[in-house]
């Protein structure tokens, strides 16, 4: 990685910043968390098609012999699988685990502080990933950007 991949001694990585997220998610819960509730069955549902989505999302990846960090040129455009549905299915996934650790943290303040992670996300990735799969892949990936959703 380089050393613009990190941020203060960091990784600047998507998970990095969801688990961030999710710490802070904890310290609200048990701090500030403005109104508690039964939380039940449906943030550990929610959590576990989260981590789904990001296996299935992943194995595309080692398909495709590409990497998946954030911050490596891409070597090639995936249009199957979940990239038929959103093209960042992966961030998805991680969006859905926080929705999901939110509920299940029982505080409502913490279930806010995942809406935080999609626009961190496309400000300090996404658009950078979009900026480069046009880079490599010209007029494939305008037209796959096109007609398909980012989240």
Request: net charge positive; hydrophobic share 50%.
């Amino acid at each position: 990685m380089s050393a613009s991949s990190h941020l203060r001694g960091f990784p600047d990585l998507p998970p990095v910043w969801a688990l961030g997220l999710y710490l802070a998610q904890q310290a609200c819960a048990a701090w500030v968390p403005l109104v508690r509730y039964e939380a039940g069955p449906a943030g550990i549902v929610m959590a576990a098609a989260g981590l789904a989505l990001i296996l299935w999302s992943a194995v595309w990846f080692w398909r495709k012999r590409t990497p998946i960090e954030p911050h490596h040129t891409p070597r090639a455009l995936i249009v199957e699988g979940p990239y038929r549905l959103n093209r960042n299915p992966i961030y998805t996934g991680l969006a859905l685990v926080l929705v999901g650790t939110g509920l299940n943290a029982g505080a409502l303040s913490s279930l806010l502080l995942s809406a935080l992670f999609p626009p961190l996300i496309t400000r300090r990735f996404v658009l950078k990933e979009e900026a480069a799969l046009r880079a490599a892949f010209g007029a494939a990936a305008d037209t796959y950007i096109a007609n398909s959703r980012r989240w």
